[in-house]
């Protein structure tokens, strides 16, 4: 089934298809500047990188469709130094190829293969000419929390799988139909993107795994993440599942403050992100988010949330109904892309009407 992005009138269009050929590596590499760094390919016969993105909310989601001809696309760690985001991005190949070495692992993805990535994390990759993906971005505790996995940095599921084929349509569908969609229907498709995607990670697709050393603060924080919801979860809990010492926890640990401070602060943002999504009752609200979160009475967490983000959560409700919560790194990266296609609207109109 095809994909084109000219079917719709919703959400940024940004190409350089319209410009000069000596222009266009440069305005690509703008365009791209939020993921990854462009570079023209290094191999005989290569030509300026042309491409078109069209970036669409799904509810408080970002969905991306994006062509492109064959280049370099890179990630060192002074970019990721120099970058302000910090988020996964769920990629399925529409057509093309893509390959590289993300953190040093060689990855092959063909037509139908979902790939998840980090941005921040070091890769060193390339595309076929007239490659096409389909990406959705996503905060990194959002999907942590649905998979119940930490570091999901380089898994790939593969378009041979039923799972694989289910999310790759599932992907499809919610681009065509995300202008159509109400805020809640666009969440619940996204929520069952999630699911699916929670899913897979059941199984093992031919997964990147972490480096020996790692493998136990890998487990650590898959065991938090499956049980954060859990009142009960605590530095106590997770000694007695790993048999390790408190001293030894916290080396795992130690670049998260702890394993206290990390179920804390995971816990805070995803009742954050639902306090985003709500309306109603405010202390009714808030009571449910904070029991369903793992907190063992409303005073702990009105106290730790408003340590967390400056704000009791009755106020960043409030704000949040006046539009004055800051924005959110997924709401930025589309504000990116309708810079862009303001900024390029604005010439063209100017060159017509010369």
Request: proline share 2%.
């Amino acid at each position: 089934m095809s994909l084109s992005s000219g079917g719709h009138t919703k959400g940024f269009y940004v190409t350089n298809k319209d410009i000069p050929v000596k222009d266009r590596t440069e305005s690509w590499r703008e365009a791209v500047s939020p993921l990854y760094e462009a570079r023209e390919s290094t191999d005989e016969g290569a030509s300026p990188i042309d491409g078109t993105i069209h970036s669409l909310l799904l509810a408080e989601r970002l969905i991306m469709f994006a062509t492109f001809g064959r280049h370099l696309c890179i990630r060192t760690k002074q970019w990721i130094k120099r970058s302000s985001y910090d988020y996964y991005y769920v990629q399925l190949c529409v057509r093309g190829l893509c390959f590289g070495l993300f953190e040093g692992r060689g990855i092959r993805l063909s037509p139908g293969d979902v790939h998840i990535g980090s941005v921040t994390a070091v890769f060193d990759a390339g595309c076929s000419h007239d490659t096409a993906t389909l990406t959705m971005m996503l905060e990194k505790n959002e999907l942590e929390y649905a998979c119940g996995k930490s570091e999901l940095n380089g898994t790939v599921i593969r378009s041979d799988t039923a799972l694989g084929i289910l999310i790759a349509e599932l992907f499809r569908s919610s681009y065509r139909e995300a202008g159509n969609l109400s805020f809640n229907e666009g969440v619940a498709c996204g929520d069952a993107l999630l699911n699916l995607l929670a899913a897979a990670m059941k199984n093992d697709h031919h997964n990147i795994h972490s480096a020996p050393s790692q493998q136990l603060s890998k487990q650590v924080r898959d065991f938090i993440n499956a049980n954060i919801n859990d009142p009960n979860l605590g530095i106590d809990r997770i000694l007695d599942r790993f048999a390790v010492s408190r001293s030894h926890l916290y080396r795992l640990l130690e670049a998260d403050g702890g394993a206290a401070c990390l179920i804390r602060k995971k816990r805070l943002q995803l009742a954050q992100r639902e306090l985003n999504r709500q309306k109603g009752d405010r202390n009714l609200l808030i009571k449910e988010i904070a029991f369903k979160y793992g907190f063992s009475n409303v005073g702990q967490f009105a106290r730790n949330f408003q340590q967390e983000f400056s704000f009791s959560p009755s106020e960043y409700l409030r704000r949040n109904k006046e539009d004055e919560v800051e924005m959110g790194q997924i709401t930025r990266l589309h504000g990116h892309y309708g810079d862009l296609s303001m900024r390029q609207s604005d010439k063209l109109g100017r060159q017509a009407a010369l």
